[in-house]
């Protein structure tokens, strides 16, 4: 990826053009705007709505004039929504979930694409299968296994494990990892193997580090979806110790909340991950666009 | 397959209401606890879970509740108890209960009562009430809703209510309404909402629920005022009519030619008491207990608060529908846990009605916290219990009883909710209110007539 | 690149059938490639191919999991596609698909192509363009149903009137309820779409614009004729995604309306979703889900042959 471009679409000559120079102003004042609006606009709103009384937020949701005086609804909604705890909880899903995601994915697909055994074709072929597969097929089986794993003969209710195993199984990820190793030449793995290396020392010496741009892809894909998982959570983690941003904050608000409490753990549940954000966003934005930059 | 028999029984309610609740009724496994007090023994040691734990955001509700379960334990010591946070949540509730993973013992809505013991979801819980003497002294009304036809009893009812119209009395003064007279027919609640509409702007003189499958329920609400019936009282087929269109017509009339329902046609129970917390509502249809939630967690001002009895439509079999919390037991559980169970309930929701020292314990407690004592609503117990318990309590009673005055006279007809797939009745009816209220031209007599199909589908599935 | 795939899947070469030596075998990789296997096989038995069997079983049954199940045939299946709300769910949900399809994915196109023109503050535009993705869906979603607020002062409704628009009933009307849900997913899609947009669109070869601005083509042209088709496989693996995202379209509905007004956002998942969760019809639930499944079956291969003849075009 080259870091100074000299040119895009427009080239340096266009932009001398008082045209384009005007036209390209326009567009840049308005699209900053606009993403301003749409960006920031929200998370203004929700710090806003988090230090109003209730009842204000209701009658005049867009008064510019408030009276920032409760500030207990942030103490109230951090303690009773334990928007630390769920959004810690949250990390670990999406940290466990893309692990299990990675370490079966490649594993299946180095099987496939590199150690290619005879029933490979029988496994790759069950794999697919279930690419289209709407995971609501199998929602309820898919319970009734997490509360009593067959021949095991044990529960995964209520642990970490009942997210990240079934996160596991994604066909997709197999299929693009097995296209992209695919891609990778033989003869690497060939002179690998002449100097003797088995086929974990191949698949961590010579496949993976060919990888990383796939595997980006692949990770960005699983945080971005655990980040947003909401359904599978708040049915296997039932104990509120364990539980996700996206079901404690659901049920904050069904529950006997009040809204500015409501709001303020809104706020909370935005905030921290941007700071965050804006703390990392060099690293995380250069790593997304690594992920990105792989032509599929 | 089975037989429903479904009882109107006339008794004095609390207030003199003449109350009567339906008994539902069914075969169920008799196999599965039939034998069990054979192996009962209360001594044993037993472990069992029990649900409705207040969560951490209530700081004061849980350190009471597991002060309660402290004094349980010491009080029986073969008995351990595991309480959790497990709540009743329509959600998951299914998933959790087939996935046998809720506790031993909590509290789910009475909706659920008949078909929790047709699909034999609930044990027969006869033995061990006998065996506590619970059984008769419970209120043989609300009992009757949880029995099957050879008088077995499947669960204990508590928090018991009727449906009634709740109103804001400051929005009242200020339309020039007198507060202490609430709408008593639906004419009056139309002409009332015209004259919030001209007085007080910017306030939704009449709110409606819709979701959740609130709008169903309170559909049915309304057609019970009309003296109009959702299903047949064994459940066997949509009975649904003229007394159903009338209600969807004054809903029709009131959201497009008076416009006195504000512009969100998207309530369910929370979001209607948000916004009447808000004070932009004049009258919503809601029972006594949305008292507790408007004042205790959104501090909704209690001088505001007005709910009078069910407004009127009908001349003749009309009422209110009733509703309430059944102990839903865990049908897997051994006798031993089950009489544990029991003992728990009795001890948690009953003792302060036998007990002066628990009552005054019980209202102290919550007076201090600044919980209502003493709301109205229908008792649990037989009437002279209760009568004695108010008596005890009287000098901690903290809710303004004559903002109450209108639902507590009340002597209308308790009727209960549509037996055969009750929430998926709900579920199919929600859709016809919101059409009324989103879209003018709706053909009210095609849209009840279409639902009427679905129900009808729905309760052949059911008794499959 | 489909090519090297057809290339590598003939190119285990047919090997004559020996009798079986196990030692031979394992030194030819076999216990190997056990060992790869064991973790991918336990997975997939334990959490995709045995429910997915198990809902195929479940779809023919009455249960409730508690009382011992019953076989009842077709039932389900006739009872699932006599419910007058399946064609409307469905109808909706194809819906919901094309403004999706329509509206929502050339934004982030758009957004892409503009933000990689910028020479100063990209980083701030990325950031900008990013944030509503870092914000938590539900948390989203409750602030954005407290702004459709159909009431005048209502968030969006007090914006709009400064111009003398609205007041729009958002979610409060049959037709408007569907594409406000859109709008939301949308802005919650379009930055981090845009994002790997714009990481594809630096490998964009700078000497083709430049051939072309030398063979007198436009600005425009330039768009149209390099910058998208050199997108074409990353948007072929988006519009993919964002396929299959649609036909389980569940959070949005879920917590925006419930599936109202009068069933206008109600989704096959949502329906789905009821049968088995509030009305605990487990049977009527999975046998929703074997059809939901076997159209996806069929649009899957049309989607394969499809893209195949494109991408070798």
């Not at chain 3, 925006?256 to 599936?259: K, R, Y």
């Given at each position: 990826m080259t870091e100074l471009k000299d040119r895009g679409v427009v080239s340096v000559s266009d932009r001398r053009r008082p045209l384009v120079r005007t036209w390209f102003g326009v567009v840049q004042a308005v699209l900053l705007v606009v993403l301003i609006v749409s960006g920031l606009g929200p998370l203004l709103w929700a710090a806003k709505a988090s230090v109003s009384p209730s009842n204000d937020i209701v009658s005049d949701p867009m008064g510019i004039w408030f009276s920032p005086n409760d500030w207990g609804n942030l103490a109230l909604a951090w303690n009773g929504a334990q928007i630390g705890r769920s959004l810690g909880n949250t990390v670990i899903l999406a940290v466990g979930s893309t692990l299990s995601t990675l370490i079966v994915s490649v594993a299946a697909a180095f099987l496939l694409s590199v150690l290619r055994p005879k029933w490979g074709p029988w496994l790759s072929g069950a794999i697919l299968a279930t690419l289209f597969l709407p995971g609501v097929v199998s929602f309820v089986p898919l319970y009734l296994t997490i509360l009593d794993l067959p021949l095991l003969n044990i529960s995964l209710q209520d642990t970490f494990w009942a997210v990240w195993l079934p996160a596991g199984a994604s066909a997709f990820n197999v299929v693009v990892l097995k296209r992209f190793f695919d891609s990778i030449p033989r003869e690497y793995m060939e002179a690998a193997t002449i100097d003797g290396a088995g086929p974990m020392r191949i698949l961590t010496m010579v496949v993976l580090p060919l990888s990383r741009p796939i595997l980006g892809v692949i990770v960005l894909l699983s945080i971005v979806g655990s980040w947003k998982e909401f359904l599978w959570p708040m049915l296997v983690l039932s104990n509120p110790d364990l539980q996700p941003v996206s079901v404690m904050l659901p049920r904050l608000a069904t529950g006997n909340s009040p809204l500015a409490v409501q709001m303020a753990a809104v706020f909370l549940s935005i905030i921290i991950p941007v700071v965050l954000f804006a703390i990392f966003q060099k690293q995380f934005l250069r790593g997304v666009g690594t992920a990105g930059g792989v032509k599929g | 397959m089975m037989k429903l028999s479904r009882r109107h029984v006339l008794a004095a309610g609390s207030t003199g209401a003449v109350a009567a609740l339906a008994g539902t009724a069914a075969c169920s496994d008799p196999g599965a606890s039939g034998g069990a007090t054979d192996d009962l023994d209360p001594s044993a040691d037993v472990t069992i879970s029990v649900g409705d734990q207040p969560t951490e955001d209530k700081p004061e509700e849980l350190a009471a509740f597991n002060e309660r379960v402290d004094e349980f334990e010491a009080a029986n010591g073969n008995i351990t108890l595991e309480p959790t946070a497990e709540v009743w949540e329509a959600q998951t509730f299914q998933a959790k209960l087939a996935g046998g993973t809720l506790p031993t013992v909590m509290g789910v809505s009475l909706t659920y009562s008949y078909e929790l013991i047709e699909n034999g979801q609930l044990p027969d819980m006869t033995p061990y009430l006998e065996e506590l003497e619970l059984l008769d002294e419970l209120n043989p009304l609300a009992l009757d809703n949880v029995k099957d036809d050879d008088g077995n009893v499947y669960t204990i009812p508590t928090g018991l209510f009727s449906v009634g119209i709740a109103y804001n009395r400051n929005i009242f003064e200020q339309a020039g309404l007198d507060p202490d007279t609430p709408p008593a027919t639906w004419d009056e609640v139309r002409s009332f909402a015209q004259q919030i509409k001209a007085a007080v702007p910017g306030v939704t003189p009449y709110a409606q629920m819709t979701t959740n499958n609130t709008g169903g329920w309170m559909l049915t609400t309304m057609t019970y005022s009309n003296g109009g019936r959702i299903q047949d009282d064994a459940g066997t087929e949509s009975v649904m009519g003229e007394e159903t269109i009338a209600a969807l017509q004054l809903l029709h009339d009131m959201r497009w030619v008076d416009d006195t329902m504000g512009r969100e046609f998207l309530y369910d129970q929370e979001g209607v008491r948000q916004a009447f917390a808000g004070g932009t509502i004049g009258m919503v249809l809601q029972a006594p207990d949305a008292y507790n939630t408007l004042v205790r967690d959104y501090d909704f001002d209690p001088a505001h608060f007005g709910i009078g009895q069910l407004p009127q439509g009908g001349s003749g079999n009309n009422g209110t529908l009733t509703g309430g919390t059944l102990k839903l037991f865990d049908a897997k559980a051994t006798p031993n846990q089950l009489l544990a169970a029991a003992k728990w309930i009795k001890f948690y929701e009953f003792d302060k009605f036998y007990d002066e020292a628990a009552a005054l314990a019980d209202a102290e407690s919550n007076a201090a916290e600044g919980n209502p004592v003493g709301l109205p609503g229908l008792p649990p117990v037989s009437q002279e219990i209760y009568d004695r318990y108010l008596g005890w309590i009287e000098p901690h009673i903290n809710v303004p009883l004559e903002q109450f005055a209108s639902y507590t006279s009340s002597t209308l007809e308790l009727i209960a909710e549509p037996p055969a797939g009750t929430q998926q009745t709900y579920a199919a009816l929600d859709p016809v209110v919101q059409q009324i209220l989103t879209d003018e031209n709706a053909d009210i007599a095609q849209a009840v007539a279409d639902a009427s199909e679905i129900l009808n589908g729905i309760i052949e599935q059911a008794a499959r | 690149m489909t090519k090297t795939l057809e290339a590598a899947a003939a190119a285990p070469a047919r090997r004559r059938r020996k009798p079986f030596n196990p030692v031979r075998w394992a030194r030819g990789g076999g216990l190997h490639a056990v060992l790869f296997a064991v973790p991918v096989v336990l997975v997939y038995v334990y959490f995709s191919w045995g429910p997915v069997i198990q809902g195929l079983v479940l779809s023919f049954q009455k249960t409730n999991l508690i009382q011992p199940a019953e076989w009842v045939g077709w039932g389900n299946f006739t009872y699932v596609l006599s419910d007058p709300g399946l064609v409307q769910a469905s109808l909706n949900t194809a819906y919901f698909a094309v403004l999706a399809l329509v509206f929502g994915f050339p934004i982030p196109i758009v957004l892409a192509v503009l933000i990689n023109e910028l020479r100063k503050y990209d980083t701030l535009y990325n950031a900008l363009a990013y944030l509503p993705a870092i914000v938590p869906p539900v948390a989203a979603i409750l602030l954005w149903k407290f702004f459709y607020d159909p009431d005048a002062t209502g968030m969006f409704n007090t914006a709009l009137g400064w111009v003398g628009l609205g007041p729009f009933p958002w979610l409060n009307a049959e037709n408007s309820a569907m594409p406000s849900i859109v709008l939301y997913a949308t802005w919650a899609g379009a930055g981090s779409t845009a994002i790997i947009y714009i990481a594809a669109l630096s490998t964009v070869r700078t000497e083709l614009y430049e051939a072309a601005e030398i063979d007198g083509a436009g600005i425009w042209r330039r768009v149209w004729h390099i910058t998208l088709p050199q997108l074409r496989n990353v948007i072929f693996v988006m519009m993919l995604l964002q396929l299959i995202g649609t036909f389980q379209i569940f959070t949005e509905p879920f917590l925006?309306?419930?599936?109202g007004p009068n069933n206008a956002t109600q989704t096959i998942l949502l329906k789905i979703y009821n049968y088995a969760f509030v009305n605990g019809d487990f049977g009527a639930a999975t046998a929703l889900s074997v059809l939901l499944a076997a159209f996806l079956g069929l649009l899957s291969v049309v989607y394969y042959f499809v893209t195949k003849r494109w991408s070798t075009a």
């Open positions: - | - | 925006f309306t419930g599936g």
